[in-house]
Structure formats: structure tokens, C-alpha cells
């Protein structure tokens, strides 16, 4: 398996029934085309794959779906989310057998209530147990300063140091504090993968060094590919320009409030003919007929309807 995490992961959603049974034809069919699109890799069981609402079956078969649909030598993240490092141990285990090639460990719920501020060694120890626990390398999350999980730039470079560390989900959307991250986390470990999870962002966090995203939106490779392209080529005019052409799809379906993101976007991704429902598990719900109307018409304009 190859170990290349440089340009486009799409997080990649669960297309559903109206049982909310899995669509896993659809799911694989989803994964061939992005790969078609150029997308590099895969985040599988993150946020936008509404992991936390999935059953652990549900979650194996989701890695064991993209791995056969794209085969053996495209690099697949699997999200693991436990609130216990002793339970991650056998979480990353599972993921390896079915055919995962690092795993992205999410930061326990209890962090947002100071942990970062008042028992910085608590984070280390966590993810210093995760990762030596872990059958695979690690991916960590570097979340956005709302939600109270942002690491604190020694927290992060000492987590960055961590042996069997390779990448970071990077979502910080602050430019400067993000320029300050990547050069702390460039300094700790020059190695690691940095993917941005920035939708709104990409323009700046490509041309300050993301080695790529990884994202919903990038469940719309093209475009977020050419964006990627330009940048890294030099070429500005053209970066500039499909970071604009974006934009409007980022903003309809990432603006606030965050509980929604999930909704517009699999609304999106049916609008824009790539499966066949927008359905979605509980708690979350299916997209407000205003926010369709703002996806259909700024989908239309960017010509993606099928």
C-alpha cells in the first residue's frame, strides 16, 4: 500500500436510503468517480461520513467498500473517534483489516472542557497512548478555535513529534493562526502530511504549503482539484479564479450553522446527480427547502447538475 498523502481526499459521505440503510453500491460507485476526478486518497468514517451515527459493522464495511472499489494502492484515512485511549487500540486494528492505511484519531469530546488550557500532559498522554497502541500510522486534528478542541502550539508540536505520527487534519480557519501552525508543526516534524480541512479557506492554505484537504467539499474533486493545481503550478491568476468560481458552493454549504454543514452538503452531492437521495441519520436532518434553493441555484451557475 502506498503511503502518499499529497492532494485531494474527499471525506466521503454515506449515501442512504429512505430507511437509512447504507447505499454501498452507491458509496463505492462515489469513490470510483472521485477517483476518476483526481482525487488522491480518501477520508473514510470522518464527520462528513456521519461516523458517530454509524454502528461498528456500519464502519468496517464502509473502509472495506472504498478499498475494493478503488483498489490496493490508493491511500485510505479511516476517522476513529473513541473518548477512551484503550478503546482505540482495537478500533485502529479493525480499520487495518479492512484495508485502511492510517487512521485519523479525533480529539474526546471532554478536551472542550479545558483540557487544553488546564491539562495540556492529559492531550499528549492521550494521543502518546493512541499512537503506540495504533496497528497503523496516525493522522490528528488540529480543529478550529469555536469549538474549544484547538490544540495550543506546543500541545501540537509535541503531539506532532509523537512516534507513528505522519499527518494532520489541519481546519484551522484563522489565516494567521494557521501560518503559525504550519510553521510550528513544519518545525517539529518536517515529514508530516498536512492536509487542510479548511473549505472556505483552500486559496490561502494551499499557497502557505497544505501538501493538500481533506474535506466534504472535496466530494466535488474538480473543482477543488483545480484550485489545488493552480496554486501549486504558480499559476495565481488561475488560483485565484477557481477559488472564486468555489467559493459560492463553500459558502452555501458551509456557512453557519455548523450542525447543518452535513445536510447541505449531502444535499449537494444528490443535487449534483452523484447518488440518488440526501438522506441523513438523526439527529441531523435533511436540508431546509431555502438551503436547497441557494445549492440548486449556485450548482446551476457553476454548470455541476447533471
Not at 452555501?252 to 438522506?279: Q, V
Request: hydrophobic share 45%; net charge negative.
Amino acid at each position: 500500500m502506498t503511503t502518499n498523502y499529497r492532494g485531494v481526499f474527499p471525506a466521503i459521505v454515506t449515501p442512504q436510503d429512505d430507511d437509512n440503510r447504507i447505499l454501498w453500491d452507491v458509496m463505492a460507485d462515489l469513490a470510483r468517480r472521485q477517483i476518476d476526478e483526481g482525487a488522491a486518497g480518501f477520508l473514510v468514517n470522518g464527520h462528513t461520513g456521519e461516523h458517530m451515527m454509524l454502528s461498528g459493522e456500519e464502519r468496517r464495511t464502509a473502509i472495506r467498500v472504498v478499498r475494493e472499489a478503488v483498489g490496493p494502492n490508493i491511500p485510505i484515512v479511516a476517522g476513529v473517534h473513541v473518548q477512551a485511549a484503550w478503546k482505540y487500540g482495537s478500533r485502529a486494528e479493525s480499520a487495518a483489516e479492512m484495508g485502511a492505511d492510517s487512521i485519523l484519531i479525533f480529539s474526546p469530546f471532554s478536551f472542550a472542557r479545558g483540557a487544553f488550557a488546564y491539562a495540556p500532559e492529559a492531550v499528549v498522554d492521550f494521543y502518546r497512548r493512541c499512537s503506540a497502541d495504533s496497528a497503523l500510522p496516525t493522522f490528528f486534528m488540529q480543529y478550529r478555535p469555536q469549538t474549544n478542541l484547538m490544540m495550543p502550539q506546543h500541545v501540537l508540536a509535541e503531539v506532532a513529534s509523537l512516534p507513528g505520527v505522519i499527518g494532520i487534519k489541519q481546519e484551522v480557519e484563522d489565516a494567521i493562526e494557521y501560518e503559525r501552525d504550519l510553521i510550528t508543526l513544519r518545525q517539529a516534524n518536517p515529514d508530516l502530511a498536512i492536509l487542510t480541512a479548511t473549505e472556505r479557506g483552500l486559496f490561502g492554505n494551499y499557497l502557505l504549503g497544505a501538501d493538500g484537504c481533506t474535506i466534504g467539499l472535496a466530494n466535488f474533486v474538480g473543482p477543488v482539484k483545480r484550485l489545488q493545481d493552480a496554486c501549486w503550478s504558480g499559476d495565481l491568476d488561475s488560483a485565484r479564479a477557481a477559488a472564486a468560481a468555489l467559493l459560492p458552493l463553500a459558502d452555501a454549504i458551509y456557512r453557519p450553522p455548523s450542525y447543518r454543514w452535513s445536510a447541505r452538503l449531502k444535499y449537494a452531492i444528490h443535487a449534483a446527480g452523484m447518488m440518488p437521495t440526501p438522506n441523513i441519520r438523526s439527529p441531523l436532518f435533511a436540508a431546509r427547502e431555502e438551503e436547497r434553493m441557494v445549492i440548486d441555484q449556485v450548482l446551476a451557475e457553476m454548470q455541476v447538475l447533471v
